[in-house]
């Protein structure tokens, strides 16, 4: 089992709808968990980072998080062309005191 | 605040020379992380620096070295360079070591031939 797994996709959402992006993990002691926006030929950037059960909300963006069934998720709301990206999704591992990423779900919005 | 920087942005070797990256992270951040992304391996950890010491080591071989500075800028070397090092070499920093929040610079792109 992959330490952080997520579909590779391509996920292809019509513009102004959700975009549901998941991401599970292996470590039941992780505490801190992050999703990154990566455009083509770009570096990742910080989108969201959550630590509590739950969701939370930043503009369009909510991350939800349930420990307990070791999964993490992004939502997307009111999908734009500019949504189109790949997500990475990472988790702190701390019996190893570090960052693990997935290796990505590409998405596009389409018109 | 200004970002990470990394430099050279763009670089060219050719197989058997060796190779220095240099990290500046944001102002006050005191650890740097060092990945490698390829398209078929996506994003693998080579290690991570905290106040000058090498706190976290990634599975590659020990042509992959790095070092940080007490102005907590970093350096990442590779020797005898091959031709599956070509890739995009990221620098992520963080205020402090761990699993915390990382912000990633432009990255430097290497092309070894």
Known sequence: QKEVEQNSGPLSVPEGAIASLNCTYSDRGSQSFF?????????????MSIYSNGDKEDGRFTA????????????????????????LCAVGYSSASKIIFGSGTRLSIRP | KAGVTQTPRYLI???????TLSCSPI???RSV???????????????????ETQRNKGNFPGRFSGRQ???????????????????LY????????????????????LTVT
Not at chain 2, 13 to 19: A, E, L, S, Y
Not at chain 2, 33 to 51: I, M, R
Not at chain 2, 77 to 85: Q, R
């Open chain 1, 35 to 47: 999703w990154y926006r990566q455009y083509s030929g770009k570096s990742p950037e910080l989108i």
């Open chain 1, 64 to 87: 939800q998080l349930n420990k307990a069934s070791q999964y993490v998720s992004l939502l997307i709301r009111d999908s734009q062309p500019s949504d189109s990206a790949t997500y």
């Open chain 2, 13 to 19: 070797k050719t197989r058997g020379q060796q190779v």
């Open chain 2, 27 to 29: 102002s006050g951040h």
């Open chain 2, 33 to 51: 992380s060092w990945y490698q992304q390829t398209p078929g391996q996506g994003l693998q950890f080579l290690f991570e620096y905290f106040s």
């Open chain 2, 69 to 87: 500075f007490s102005n907590s800028r970093s350096e990442m070397n590779v020797s005898t360079l091959e031709l599956g090092d070509s890739a």
């Open chain 2, 90 to 109: 990221l620098c992520a920093s963080s205020l402090v070591f761990g699993e915390r929040e990382q912000y990633f610079g432009p990255g430097t792109r």
